[in-house]
Nanobody, 123 residues
């Protein structure tokens, strides 16, 4: 059974940095991604990393501010967020895919999902 668990979300101020962590158990060599959903909005793509860490992709709104990385020995992925803005406030979800699957920005292409971790950016 594959399980996905996020952690690290909290209340921060604009301009702060924050790192989210995602751990996947029950499956190795999985591409991993981050999505987020603000109240009243659709879930949107944030970032993704290939199973071997060689390829990454980012959503337009976070390009240059967020960095995704992974530690395959632990099958974990980190999302380092800098220069956070109020509009980054959302529930952040980690997703994993089938082993060796290609990266995708589409929600429907991701198989396994965590429960989400809340990031709130406020003065």
């Amino acid at each position: 059974q594959v399980q996905v668990a996020e952690s690290g979300g909290r209340l921060v101020q604009p301009g702060d940095s924050l790192t989210l962590s995602c751990a996947v158990s029950g499956r190795n060599f999985t591409p991993m991604g981050w999505f987020r959903q603000a109240p009243g909005e659709d879930r949107e793509f944030v970032a993704a990393i290939s199973w071997n860490g060689e390829r990454t992709d980012y959503g337009d709104s976070v390009w240059g501010r967020f960095t995704i990385s992974r530690a395959n020995a632990e099958n974990t992925a980190l999302l380092q967020m800098s220069d956070l803005k109020i509009e980054d406030t959302a529930l952040y979800y980690c997703a994993a895919n089938r082993p060796l699957a290609a990266l995708s920005r589409r929600l429907v292409d991701w198989v396994y999902w965590g429960q989400g971790t809340q990031v709130t950016v406020s003065l």
